[in-house]
């Protein structure tokens, strides 16, 4: 069954550095998000994007985040100058489209954990 | 979006029938309600989702009062690795771009040897 990964599966940064995360999305979707999880916490929605452009974003994605998708195959999350509390777990998902009576639901990688020291 | 309502934990034994329960009595009617679970150290799972019929297939079982105002996801046999915590959510159609997924606390099922 075709599926989500995430690269790396861990990765420590300085805090002030800049950090990418990697995601391949199921070949055939459209639809691309990010997500986050503090060690202990609800899964969070932090942006979604589709037709190379940020559909939604949530109040935690601020100037210090960015989304891209560089290629037909990758989707990368950026953050720029990181702080200590972005140290978290984060999940890319990606869903197809089809005929919404058979609607297909939104699929996770095992995400990337961040830690910043 | 409809809020949810399940219990923080439950315990099963293995082999027997898991049964977890979601309240969600301000669900509207374009609303469906959606199962995910979260094993320990990976990614939210999708399991199953319905909109007003009991669905099935092979992970689960669910079903919807009809009323809509509940439901009940079912693992039939419970085994060690059905351990998670699992999510019911409730999402207008996903089929916009408008479609965020929001996670509750969920239900962490213990399933006990």
């Known amino acids: 069954e075709p599926e989500v990964t995430q690269t790396p599966s861990h990765q420590v940064t300085q805090m002030g550095q800049e950090v990418i995360l990697r995601c391949v999305p199921i070949?055939?979707?459209?639809?691309f998000y990010w997500y986050r999880q503090i060690l202990g916490q609800k899964v969070e929605f932090l942006v979604s994007f589709y037709n190379n452009e940020i559909s939604e974003k949530s109040e935690i994605f601020d100037d210090q985040f960015s989304v891209e998708r560089p290629d037909g195959s990758n989707f990368t999350l950026k953050i720029r100058s990181t702080k200590l509390e972005d140290s978290a777990m984060y999940f890319c998902a990606s869903r197809g489209t089809g005929d919404p009576l058979t609607e297909q639901p939104q699929h996770f990688g095992d995400g990337t954990r961040l830690s910043i020291l | 979006d409809a809020k949810t309502t399940q219990p923080p934990s439950m315990d099963c034994a293995e082999g027997r029938a898991a049964n977890l329960p979601c309240n969600h009595s301000?669900?509207?009617?374009?609303?469906?309600v959606y199962w995910y679970r979260q094993i320990h150290s990976q990614g939210p799972q999708y399991i199953i989702h319905?909109?007003?019929n009991n669905e099935t297939n092979e992970m689960a079982s669910l079903i919807i009062t009809e009323d809509r105002k509940s439901s009940t996801l079912i693992l039939p046999h419970a085994t060690l690795r059905d351990t998670a915590v699992y999510y019911c959510i409730v999402n207008l159609l996903m089929k916009t771009s408008y479609d965020k997924v929001i996670f509750g606390p969920g239900t962490s099922l213990s399933v006990i040897p």
């Open positions: 319905g909109l007003k």
């Open positions: 070949s055939n979707h459209l639809y």
């Open positions: 301000t669900i509207s009617g374009n609303e469906y």
